[in-house]
Nanobody
Framework: QVQLVESGGGSVQAGDSLRLSCAAS????????MAWFRQAPGKEREFVAS????????YYAASVKGRFTISSDNAKNTVSLQMNSLKPEDTAIYFC?????????????WGQGTQVTVSS
């Protein structure tokens, strides 16, 4: 059973920084990529950033590019999201997700989410 546990959320002022972390207890699960998604109140869950486990290719949503940085520690099965220059529109529940290295490579494993609140 794969478990993803996020930490690092909180309430900050606009312009501040936060760092989110996600630890995966994966057993024999082989990871293809890990990602962060977010969901604001009344909105659909949206992609924020992802990183592939082999090669470390990074992808970002246009709304966070240049402000957020995703990184991983493959040995520890952790992924982090450094969020700088936070804006009120970044307020959301942030979810960590993992994609197995199988035919689908779909984000089928999710954490419970961590709240990020940015006030102006």
């Amino acid at each position: 059973q794969v478990q993803l546990v996020e930490s690092g959320g909180g309430s900050v002022q606009a312009g501040d920084s936060l760092r989110l972390s996600c630890a995966a207890s994966k057993g024999t699960f082989s990871i293809y990529a890990m990602a962060w998604f977010r969901q604001a109140p009344g909105k659909e869950r949206e992609f924020v950033a992802s990183i592939t486990w082999s090669g470390g290719s990074r992808y970002y949503a246009a709304s966070v590019k240049g402000r957020f940085t995703i990184s991983s520690d493959n040995a520890k099965n952790t992924v982090s999201l450094q969020m700088n220059s936070l804006k009120p529109e970044d307020t959301a529940i942030y979810f960590c997700a993992a994609a197995p290295n199988d035919a689908s490579r779909a984000y089928g494993y999710w954490g419970q989410g961590t709240q990020v609140t940015v006030s102006s």
